[in-house]
């Protein structure tokens, strides 16, 4: 498996990004965390929003190749 194809497959998907960190935002307005819970909630969190962002770029730049005149 080439590097590229090893970053990709590492790199969870836009929907299961969403659903965690959904997960992860109902947790923390839950509360009954420790602090270093929620720091650490809050850190993933963090990434996974990074996450679903890279999608969202990368979707719209497709978009917009897709949409531009040859």
Known sequence: MTA???DEAQIPSFEA???EL???VQQLEAGG???EESLA???RGEA???VCQGWL???RARL????APD
Request: a positive charge; proline letters at 0%; zero cysteines.
């Open 22 to 24: 959904a997960k992860i």
């Open 41 to 43: 909630l809050w850190e």
């Open 33 to 35: 965390l420790t602090l």
């Open 4 to 6: 590229k194809k090893q």
């Open 64 to 67: 917009e190749q897709a949409k």
């Open 48 to 50: 996974l929003a990074a």
């Open 57 to 59: 770029d990368t979707t």
């Open 17 to 19: 990004s969403r659903d």
